[in-house]
């Protein structure tokens, strides 16, 4: 609770840097969040080697865990401090695509379309939430083990969300920029080209999980009881690992079309009609242990894929780009 609370006074660094990165993606000036956020990463280490663990100051043990919402919370501040000093103010990045705020720029129509595009967004996310943390209780069900294993084991999904993710999102960066200049082939090959590369990358990793599953798990604990585990809910992990963040790649695709309606209801049938049915089922009818959660995990995975494959390639690319570029108040040519 105590975390959360001082995590808390973040949220407005946090949308604020969120926002201002998005605005210079969209342009493909990448550089911004990436020095910034490095100035962050940096930080927090730095900060919490002294301020949590007291290191390397000599008879000082640091503030330990009181600290660490806090350290938080500052170094959040300061990277979109970094971000608005140097690269708004200072280099005036902002300037060719932005000339200033006008409150006859904001309608009706443009927040209608906005609202249209956000609120699916925002209700997918908090649907995939929930998600999670339905199966979290489910795993700790299973004995304080398991959900140790299964907490850890998320982490290394994350670690190569955050892999596909990037190359996800530069991909959807191009299709949108191509969707807006009336160039529906050239959209299509870039977000095929996305899937292509993710699918390699993924392929790669799950193969190393496969044959050397202990590699990843010593990466958080040289525990033998967690490495026996893991290597034991392997197989079904590894799936579960690969759906999940083909998914990801897979779905930036109806998203930089604007899809974000179509993708709230196939994720919603994908999780509530598949996953968190199928983990449940498997669990309590089947084995009642990671390989049964991570199985019924895959399921809903794999059927979420399924899904976004189906809308994918049904797509018309020609009529998306037309709609983008209405959506842009882009003239027709």
Same mark, same amino acid.
């Given at each position: ?31 911004? +969040? ?30 330990? !865990? ?16 970094t971000l608005v000093i140097v690269y ?6 902002? +300037? ?45 069900? /299973? ?11 998320y982490r290394i999904m994350w670690i ?37 590369? %993710?699918?390699?990358?993924?392929? #790669? ?12 798990? $010593? ?5 033998? #009881?967690? /490495? ?8 079904? !992990? ?13 779905? $930036? ?30 669990t309590q009818y089947w084995r009642s ?36 570029? $209405?959506?842009?108040?882009? %003239?027709?040519?």
């Amino acid at each position: 609770g105590y975390y959360a609370r001082v995590l808390s006074f973040a949220i407005p660094a946090i949308v604020a840097f969120r926002q201002f990165s998005n605005f210079f993606s969209a342009q493909r000036i990448m550089h911004p +969040e990436r020095n910034s956020a490095m100035v962050g990463l940096s930080l927090n280490l730095i900060l919490g080697l002294v301020f949590v663990l007291g290191w390397p100051i000599p008879g000082f043990e640091g503030y330990q !865990f009181t600290a660490c919402p806090i350290v938080t919370v500052a170094v959040t501040y300061i990277q979109l401090a970094t971000l608005v000093i140097v690269y708004l103010w200072r280099q005036k990045l902002h +300037e060719p695509c932005w000339g200033g705020w006008d409150w006859n720029e904001i309608t009706w129509a443009r927040i209608n379309t906005y609202c249209e595009l956000y609120f699916p967004a925002a209700m997918s996310l908090a649907s995939d939430f929930w998600r999670v943390a339905v199966i979290g209780a489910i795993a700790a069900r /299973l004995g304080e083990e398991q959900v140790a294993v299964f907490n850890t084991s998320y982490r290394i999904m994350w670690i190569a969300l955050i892999m596909v993710g990037a190359m996800s999102n530069a991909s959807a960066i191009n299709m949108s920029i191509r969707l807006g200049k009336n160039q529906p082939e050239g959209a299509r090959q870039a977000g095929y080209v996305g899937i292509a590369m %993710a699918t390699a990358i993924l392929t #790669v990793l799950s193969t190393l999980i496969l044959c050397h599953s202990d590699w990843f798990g $010593r990466i958080f604990t040289e525990d033998p #009881v967690f /490495l026996q585990m893991f290597n034991e809910a392997s197989v079904p !992990f590894t799936f579960t690992l690969f759906f999940m963040n083909l998914g990801v790649a897979i779905e $930036r695709i109806p998203y930089s079309m604007g899809r974000t309606r179509d993708l709230f209801w196939t994720g919603f049938l994908a999780s509530w009609g598949g996953q968190v049915p199928g983990v449940i089922l498997c669990t309590q009818y089947w084995r009642s242990d990671l390989f049964g959660l991570y199985t019924g995990m895959a399921i809903g995975y794999g059927m979420l894929v399924i899904l976004y494959s189906v809308i994918t390639l049904k797509s018309d690319w020609v009529q998306y780009a037309e709609i983008a570029r $209405r959506r842009s108040e882009v %003239a027709m040519t």
